[in-house]
C-alpha cells in the first residue's frame, strides 16, 4: 500500500510539473494593434523643370523618429513614370522615365533624371521580319559629370518604288551604320549637360539626326535612343539641383 501511494503521489507531482502554463494566461498578453501608416508621412514628388508636369506624385515614408531621419529614407529613391504624364502627351505613353529623390525640402521631394527605358509591347512591336535590326551603345560623359551608357536601336526601310521584298543591309553596311551611332550619341552626349540631354530625349532629336546621316548608308525607320542608365553620378550639388528644379512651389 505504502508503494502504490508514493508511486500515485510521484504521478501527480509529473503531472502538475509538466502543465505549469494551464494556469497562467498567455505569454506576454495580447500585443496592441497599431496601424503601421499612422506612424508615416506623405511628401510630394517634384520632377525637373524640362518637364511639362511638375508634380510627379506621392509618396510615404515613416516620421522621423530617433536617429531614423525620414528624410534620410527617402533620398535615393527612384520613381519610374511614363513620359506621357510628364509631357501630357498621349503619343510618348511608350518610354519610362526614371527619376531619383536627390533632396528633400519640406514637404517636397525634389529628383532629378536617373534613366530611360521603352515600354516592352512598343520594342516587341518594333521588330518584323524582312528588316535588319541595328543597335549600338556608347558610354558618355556630360559636361556637368554624369556618365552614362545610351542604347540605341534602328530598323532597315525598303527604298522608294522597291520591289524585292526584304530589306536587309550587307554587314558592312550595317558596321557604318553602328559607328555613326555612336559617333552623333558621344557628341550629342558629351557637348551639354544632363538637363539639356534630356530635353534633346524627350522630342527624340537624336533618333532624327542618325536617321539623318546614315540616309545614305541605307535607309532606316524607327530610330531611337531606346534606353539611358546613369552609370556615376557627381557629388551632390544643392546649387545645380535648384537650376534643374527652377522655382517648383508654385506647382
Known amino acids: 500500500r505504502q508503494l502504490v501511494s508514493s508511486v500515485a503521489k510521484s504521478i501527480v507531482r509529473m503531472a502538475v510539473g509538466k502543465n505549469k502554463r ?15 501608416f ?13 518637364f511639362a508636369v511638375r508634380n510627379v506624385g506621392k509618396t510615404l515614408v515613416t516620421r522621423t523618429q530617433g536617429t531614423k531621419i525620414a528624410s534620410e529614407g527617402l533620398k535615393g529613391r527612384v520613381f ?3 513620359l506621357a504624364d510628364l509631357q501630357k502627351n498621349e503619343e510618348d505613353a ?21 534613366g530611360m527605358d521603352f515600354t516592352t509591347d512598343k520594342l516587341r512591336s518594333m521588330v518584323r521580319k524582312w528588316q535588319t535590326l541595328i543597335e549600338a551603345h556608347v558610354d558618355v560623359k556630360t559636361t556637368d559629370g554624369f556618365t552614362l551608357r545610351m542604347f540605341c536601336i534602328a530598323f ?42 534630356v530635353a534633346k530625349f524627350i522630342p527624340e532629336a537624336i533618333g532624327k539626326d542618325i ?41
Open 211 to 251: 536617321e539623318k546621316a546614315c540616309q545614305g548608308i541605307y535607309p532606316l525607320q524607327n530610330v531611337a535612343i531606346r534606353k539611358v542608365k546613369v552609370l556615376k553620378s557627381p557629388k551632390f550639388d544643392l546649387t545645380k539641383l535648384m537650376e534643374v528644379h527652377g522655382d517648383y512651389s508654385e506647382d
Open 94 to 114: 511608350y518610354r519610362k522615365m526614371r527619376l531619383r529623390v536627390e533632396d528633400v525640402q519640406g514637404r517636397n521631394c525634389l529628383t532629378n533624371f536617373w
Open 80 to 82: 519610374e513614370v511614363s
Open 156 to 197: 532597315t526601310k525598303k527604298r522608294q518604288g522597291q520591289i524585292k521584298r526584304t530589306a536587309y543591309a550587307q554587314s558592312s553596311q550595317i558596321r557604318a551604320i553602328r559607328k555613326k551611332m555612336v559617333e552623333i550619341m558621344a557628341r550629342e552626349a558629351s557637348s551639354c549637360d544632363l538637363k539639356d540631354l
Open 38 to 50: 499612422s506612424k508615416k508621412d506623405w511628401y510630394d514628388v517634384k520632377a525637373p523643370s524640362m
Open 22 to 36: 494551464i494556469s497562467k494566461g498567455k505569454k506576454g498578453g495580447k500585443k496592441k494593434i497599431v496601424d503601421p
